[in-house]
Nanobody, 123 residues
Framework: QVQLVESGGGLVQAGGSLRLSCAAS????????MGWFRQAPGKEREFVAG????????DYVDSVKGRFTISRDNIKNTVYLQMNSLKPEDTAVYYC????????????????WGQGTQVTVSS
């Protein structure tokens, strides 16, 4: 398994931008499918964005398409989430997660999780 540490969260006004990073340690980061998830108070954890091991397949939840961009650097063992045009409804704790295998982005299929980073968007 890999160990994951997120950073880059914070407080931003609506319309602003943040870039989240997720640094991985452990073996064979480049073999892992990576995902970003978020959980708002009182809500279930939801998929936000995912990227295949080589970066060739990328998916987003509809609510962030055109605003968020996921990318990865397999040399630096890091996955990023660039978030632009942020909205108050994007407020949540954001988690990165890793899995071996396919592109099913159900949270239950991911075996490694970071501790999360808080993103707060004020109106």
């Amino acid at each position: 398994q890999v160990q994951l540490v997120e950073s880059g969260g914070g407080l931003v006004q609506a319309g602003g931008s943040l870039r989240l990073s997720c640094a991985a340690s452990g073996r064979s980061f480049s073999a892992y499918t990576m995902g970003w998830f978020r959980q708002a108070p009182g809500k279930e954890r939801e998929f936000v964005a995912g990227i295949s091991w080589g970066g060739g397949t990328i998916d987003y939840v509809d609510s962030v398409k055109g605003r968020f961009t996921i990318s990865r650097d397999n040399i630096k063992n890091t996955v990023y989430l660039q978030m632009n045009s942020l909205k108050p409804e994007d407020t949540a704790v954001y988690y990165c997660a890793a899995k071996l295998g396919g592109l099913n982005y159900s949270p239950a299929t991911f075996g490694s999780w970071g501790q999360g980073t808080q993103v707060t968007v004020s109106s």
